[in-house]
């Protein structure tokens, strides 16, 4: 099969569905013209015009705005925030607006709208260009949360995102953007919801998320060097969350630890850790590690912020706990 | 216009005065949950404004919006039944007074949060654009929110993109308790127009014909594709920020002489002066005092909404929607 990058899959999605229907969109800063930040847009605006690709001024609010008024009325918009880290610019219109619209008007509005943004660090892009903020977001009821780890994931998620009747956060991560893998010629879609076994194993539930994916599979093959077989479940969309697969895992190994790069107070970690501990109590013969970042905004140093996001090593040191 | 269409202005003005003070008794008297942000004193702009509109078009309203809504024809007794919490209002008790919504008649919603509607319309009116369809949308704000940054944001995205919007700057003259000269140095806020190349216009905010003129013409100039209009109608809210709110914050005299230029008494004078005769106008008042009392009889008699009603409608029932409830 052939390999693409992640950058690569979110275009070929978007290109996709601008092809499939005329009412989707795309809205953001720089990603027409210049071709995005990240360069994931890049020929869009060549291939679509200004008037499907469309370069907005530096204002996240009235970016939000835009494309939910027209997603209210039908369009299918989908928005470029160019760092996670800008949500904070116009959390209103996500978390007081965009979630709410369809509860507060007792379900009368139907919102087909995709907010796109890379978070995550690992390039010295320090405390405002470098969060993983899903956990402000998978709080707020009416969105639904989508963190995908690998090209496949990517490409398939994004399609099913744009097709959604409801909000979706589409949350990319900014050092995967190169990272390649095998991604099928054709039309495919991931359905929202559906958790992926990236590696099976007997012995420990390693649920991770996003890049941290690949740090958890770097464990796991280190670990089975000493015998320890690690199943390393990627939720891939976090509302709705897979329960299900999770719970399924941990009933067969007993063990969990979850992983991601967010601060580890007030997680996702929290949350998966509280489900399978109402949920599967009796299955558990260990306490659930979770691997996070440190409870601090992101340092500048390179060598700061490795010591304060989680680590391969970080991984495997909380695997052989649960291991005992 | 003809006279009935004239008196058809002064009615839905009845509608909403009437609407408001039956409202705000309700509340008074504790029938009413949460609180209230009444328009009397203001119902020369929604009425002015929405009579200028196309059936098609849409408003974008605020947390005072009772009258921008029944101005665009929203249903008394579904509107009168949210605002008591119950099942039959138009968001099924879910909205409440800051989040009435009737898309079928174009009204995107109220806004709880001051400035939060206006980059919404400018995705109504881009929907607009896009589709060809001449529709228009009117999005009132109030002065306090022509200082939260989506004001700055919206405006100069609407007028780069030439979005048919006009954008309604109903100034009360506070921002809550604080007031316009408190919280703005600019005396009109029609004046930031200049800032965002577009065309700024004051009106008398009481007088209905002044607003509905210079709404069609921003309208006119939405539907030819010429992009929006920043349209201040200068006004006053009579109950205050709140039902219940004391108003020490105002000037000695300066509620009895808004009070003397009251839209509806303006109004009236002005029919009654065109020839309409005064008991045709005071049998047209009782009409709308009896349709209001039907309101309140509806949403009074109608049920409160179930309880596991608070969990639907959070998301569209897709897949992914139905299974992120747990």
Same mark, same amino acid.
């Given at each position: 099969?052939?390999?693409?990058?992640?950058?690569?899959?979110?275009?070929?999605?978007?290109?996709?569905?601008?092809?499939?229907?005329?009412?989707?969109?795309?809205?953001?800063?720089?990603?027409?013209?210049?071709?995005?930040?990240?360069?994931?847009?890049?020929?869009?605006?060549?291939?679509?015009?200004?008037?499907?690709?469309?370069?907005?001024?530096?204002?996240?609010?009235?970016?939000?705005?835009?494309?939910?008024?027209?997603?209210?009325?039908?369009?299918?918009?989908?928005?470029?925030?160019?760092?996670?880290?800008?949500?904070?610019?116009?959390?209103?219109?996500?978390?007081?607006?965009?979630?709410?619209?369809?509860?507060?008007?007792?379900?009368?509005?139907?919102?087909?709208?995709?907010?796109?943004?890379?978070?995550?660090?690992?390039?010295?892009?320090?405390?405002?260009?470098?969060?993983?903020?899903?956990?402000?977001?998978?709080?707020?009821?009416?969105?639904?949360?989508?963190?995908?780890?690998?090209?496949?994931?990517?490409?398939?998620?994004?399609?099913?995102?744009?097709?959604?009747?409801?909000?979706?956060?589409?949350?990319?991560?900014?050092?995967?953007?190169?990272?390649?893998?095998?991604?099928?010629?054709?039309?495919?879609?991931?359905?929202?919801?559906?958790?992926?076994?990236?590696?099976?194993?007997?012995?420990?539930?390693?649920?991770?998320?996003?890049?941290?994916?690949?740090?958890?599979?770097?464990?796991?093959?280190?670990?089975?060097?000493?015998?320890?077989?690690?199943?390393?479940?990627?939720?891939?969309?976090?509302?709705?969350?897979?329960?299900?697969?999770?719970?399924?895992?941990?009933?067969?190994?007993?063990?969990?630890?979850?992983?991601?790069?967010?601060?580890?107070?007030?997680?996702?970690?929290?949350?998966?850790?509280?489900?399978?501990?109402?949920?599967?109590?009796?299955?558990?013969?260990?306490?659930?590690?979770?691997?996070?970042?440190?409870?601090?905004?992101?340092?500048?140093?390179?060598?700061?912020?490795?010591?304060?996001?989680?680590?391969?090593?970080?991984?495997?040191?909380?695997?052989?706990?649960?291991?005992? | 216009?003809?006279?009935?269409?004239?008196?058809?202005?002064?009615?839905?003005?009845?509608?909403?005065?009437?609407?408001?003070?039956?409202?705000?008794? +309700?509340?008074?008297?504790?029938? /009413?949950? $949460?609180?209230?942000?009444?328009?009397? @004193?203001?119902?020369?702009? =929604?009425? !002015? &404004?929405?009579?200028?509109?196309?059936?098609?078009?849409?408003?974008?309203?605020?947390?005072?919006?009772?009258?921008?809504?029944?101005?665009?024809?929203?249903?008394?007794?579904?509107?009168?039944?949210?605002?008591?919490?119950?099942?039959?209002?138009?968001?099924?008790?879910?909205?409440?007074?800051?989040?009435? +919504?009737?898309?079928?008649?174009? /009204?995107? $919603?109220?806004?709880?949060?001051?400035? @939060?509607?206006?980059?919404? =319309?400018? !995705? &109504?009116?881009?929907?607009?654009?896009?589709?060809?369809?001449?529709?228009?949308?009117?999005?009132?704000?109030?002065?306090?929110?022509?200082?939260?940054?989506?004001?700055?944001?919206?405006?100069?995205?609407?007028?780069?993109?030439?979005?048919?919007?006009?954008?309604?700057?109903?100034?009360?003259?506070?921002?809550?308790?604080?007031?316009?000269?408190?919280?703005?140095?600019?005396?009109?806020?029609?004046?930031?127009?200049?800032?965002?190349?577009?065309?700024?216009?004051?009106?008398?905010?009481?007088?209905?014909?002044?607003?509905?003129?210079?709404?069609?013409?921003?309208?006119?100039?939405?539907?030819?594709?010429?992009?929006?209009?920043?349209?201040?109608?200068?006004?006053?809210?009579?109950?205050?920020?709140?039902?219940?709110?004391?108003?020490?914050?105002?000037?000695?005299?300066?509620?009895?002489?808004?009070?003397?230029?009251?839209?509806?008494?303006?109004?009236?004078?002005?029919?009654?002066?065109?020839?309409?005769?005064?008991?045709?106008?005071?049998?047209?008042?009782?009409?709308?005092?009896?349709?209001?009392?039907?309101?309140?009889?509806?949403?009074?008699?109608?049920?409160?909404?179930?309880?596991?009603?608070?969990?639907?409608?959070?998301?569209?029932?897709?897949?992914?929607?139905?299974?992120?409830?747990?």
């Amino acid at each position: 099969m052939r390999e693409i990058t992640c950058r690569e899959a979110v275009r070929e999605a978007l290109r996709e569905e601008l092809q499939r229907d005329e009412d989707v969109f795309l809205i953001g800063e720089d990603i027409g013209f210049y071709g995005g930040t990240n360069k994931v847009t890049e020929g869009l605006w060549q291939e679509f015009g200004p008037e499907r690709i469309m370069d907005t001024p530096i204002s996240e609010a009235a970016i939000i705005g835009a494309a939910l008024g027209a997603a209210a009325v039908g369009m299918r918009p989908v928005a470029e925030i160019m760092f996670v880290d800008f949500i904070g610019v116009c959390m209103d219109q996500i978390a007081n607006q965009a979630a709410k619209l369809r509860y507060m008007t007792g379900g009368k509005v139907t919102l087909p709208l995709t907010i796109r943004t890379p978070g995550g660090a690992g390039r010295s892009a320090a405390a405002q260009h470098s969060q993983s903020l899903e956990a402000w977001l998978i709080h707020t009821p009416g969105l639904l949360v989508v963190m995908p780890s690998t090209p496949y994931d990517t490409k398939g998620l994004l399609k099913a995102a744009i097709r959604e009747d409801n909000p979706v956060v589409f949350i990319e991560n900014k050092m995967l953007y190169n990272t390649k893998g095998p991604v099928p010629e054709g039309e495919y879609v991931i359905p929202l919801g559906k958790a992926d076994i990236k590696r099976e194993g007997r012995d420990v539930t390693v649920v991770a998320t996003s890049r941290m994916v690949y740090f958890a599979l770097e464990a796991a093959a280190q670990l089975a060097a000493e015998g320890i077989e690690c199943e390393i479940v990627d939720p891939r969309t976090l509302v709705p969350l897979d329960k299900e697969a999770i719970l399924e895992s941990v009933a067969k190994t007993g063990r969990l630890v979850v992983v991601h790069e967010a601060p580890e107070r007030g997680g996702f970690g929290a949350e998966v850790a509280a489900i399978v501990v109402n949920e599967a109590f009796d299955y558990l013969d260990a306490p659930i590690q979770r691997v996070c970042s440190k409870n601090t905004p992101m340092p500048f140093s390179p060598r700061l912020e490795r010591f304060i996001t989680p680590q391969v090593e970080d991984i495997i040191a909380a695997v052989r706990t649960v291991m005992g | 216009m003809t006279k009935e269409e004239l008196v058809l202005l002064h009615k839905t003005m009845l509608q909403i005065r009437h609407f408001e003070h039956e409202v705000a008794k +309700a509340f008074l008297a504790g029938r /009413i949950p $949460g609180f209230l942000h009444s328009s009397v @004193g203001q119902e020369a702009v =929604a009425v !002015g &404004v929405c009579s200028a509109l196309r059936e098609d078009d849409y408003v974008v309203s605020t947390h005072r919006g009772h009258g921008h809504v029944l101005a665009k024809g929203a249903d008394l007794k579904a509107m009168m039944a949210e605002i008591y919490g119950k099942v039959t209002g138009c968001c099924k008790g879910k909205g409440g007074s800051m989040h009435i +919504a009737d898309f079928d008649r174009g /009204i995107v $919603g109220a806004n709880g949060i001051v400035g @939060g509607g206006i980059p919404i =319309a400018n !995705g &109504v009116a881009l929907a607009a654009k896009k589709r060809k369809n001449g529709q228009v949308v009117a999005c009132f704000f109030g002065d306090g929110a022509s200082n939260q940054g989506t004001f700055h944001e919206a405006l100069n995205l609407a007028s780069i993109w030439d979005l048919p919007v006009v954008f309604v700057a109903e100034n009360n003259m506070y921002g809550m308790g604080t007031s316009q000269r408190r919280h703005q140095k600019v005396e009109n806020i029609a004046d930031r127009a200049a800032a965002y190349k577009i065309p700024g216009a004051v009106v008398d905010g009481n007088d209905v014909l002044a607003v509905r003129e210079a709404t069609l013409a921003a309208c006119d100039r939405a539907r030819r594709g010429e992009g929006p209009t920043l349209l201040e109608c200068k006004t006053y809210r009579h109950y205050g920020h709140f039902v219940g709110d004391p108003g020490l914050y105002r000037e000695p005299g300066e509620l009895e002489a808004w009070m003397e230029r009251d839209p509806l008494i303006l109004f009236r004078r002005y029919l009654e002066k065109q020839g309409v005769p005064a008991a045709a106008l005071d049998e047209l008042e009782a009409q709308v005092i009896e349709e209001v009392r039907e309101a309140v009889d509806f949403a009074h008699r109608s049920d409160e909404p179930a309880e596991e009603t608070a969990l639907e409608d959070v998301y569209a029932p897709t897949e992914a929607g139905r299974r992120a409830i747990w």
